[in-house]
């Protein structure tokens, strides 16, 4: 006698589970956040140039205060002239003088993407890889002064200057 196979609900349903199981796992394996990559080697710093040391010796050092009660502390590297430590918090940064267009005193630390910039009223520290300030309004009282006689006097306004100009 011919024995035929035919389908048992329970094969169905384990087929069906199988299947919906295959497609769950395929989704959470799509969905799970990829593998950051491991950090770069310490790239050798190269020397810095006789204009870079010449930015460095108008670089503040001492503490600042910054606003909402943080507090940067910047001090030069004893090991390498020329080089700073910036600290905020637990964050430590080696930085270094970098040339500006605009007169402004940068300092970089390229491994960790952290930026240290001094104007004359004040200074910041800012975050290339979050692209967002870490410290902002930071001051001592050298730039505090400075500060506080720009808003006693401040200079001339943009259309103030365009009157003056003769045609």
Not at 12 to 32: D, F, K, N, Y
Request: proline share 9%; aromatic share 4%; with cysteine.
């Amino acid at each position: 006698m011919p024995t035929t196979t035919t389908p048992r609900p329970y094969h169905r349903a384990a087929w069906l589970l199988i299947a919906a199981l295959g497609v769950h796992t395929v989704g959470w394996a799509q969905s799970q956040p990829a593998r950051a990559a491991p950090p770069a080697p310490p790239v050798a710093e190269a020397p810095l140039t006789e204009s870079e040391l010449a930015l460095a010796e108008r670089v503040y050092v001492g503490a600042k205060r910054c606003e909402l009660g943080r507090s940067v502390q910047v001090q030069a590297a004893a090991d390498a002239p020329g080089h700073f430590h910036v600290t905020l918090g637990t964050q430590n940064y080696r930085m270094r003088p970098v040339p500006t267009a605009t007169g402004a005193l940068r300092l970089e630390d390229r491994a960790q993407g952290a930026v240290w910039l001094q104007l004359a009223n004040k200074s910041m520290l800012m975050s290339q890889r979050s692209g967002r300030r870490l410290a902002d309004e930071c001051a001592n009282d050298t730039q505090r002064a400075a500060a506080q006689a720009r808003r006693l006097n401040p200079g001339p306004g943009l259309f103030d200057v365009a009157k003056n100009v003769s045609p």
